[in-house]
């Protein structure tokens, strides 16, 4: 079992970056596909970008070429690096993790969650 805590989040004008963080413990991100979700005020968690066990990835198409995820096994973290923030991203972020090797979009694939931080991108 793995537990997730993300960090990095604030207030951020448009066009600026963020640098998210999910520190994982009791288990190696190495050993989990992980992925980023945001949830918006009275919108449903939406997908964001996930990274498969071998290190491929796939990105909503509203963030392709703004964020970019990696990982850094040293420290046992995925890192979400967001740039070019738009007023629209504003939101928690959530990092989970799943036992299945592949990547998904799919909330209900996950099976662990962090406790989210809040993004938010002010005009």
């Known amino acids: 079992q793995v537990q997730l805590v993300e960090s990095g989040g604030g207030l951020v004008q448009a066009g600026g970056s963020l640098r998210l963080s999910c520190a994982a413990s009791g288990r190696t991100v190495s050993s989990y596909s992980m992925g980023w979700f945001r949830q918006a005020p009275g919108k449903e968690r939406e997908f964001v970008v996930a990274?498969?066990?071998?290190?491929?990835?796939i990105y909503a198409n509203s963030v392709k070429g703004r964020f970019t995820i990696s990982r850094d096994n040293a420290k046992n973290t995925v890192i979400l690096q967001m740039n070019s923030l738009k007023p629209e991203d504003t939101a928690v972020y959530y990092c989970?993790?799943?036992?299945?090797?592949?990547?998904?979009?799919?909330?209900?694939?996950?099976?662990?969650w962090g406790q989210g931080t809040q993004v938010t991108v002010s005009s």
């Open positions: 990274i498969s066990r071998s290190g491929s990835s």
């Open positions: 989970a993790a799943r036992s299945n090797p592949w990547n998904s979009s799919i909330k209900e694939d996950y099976d662990y």
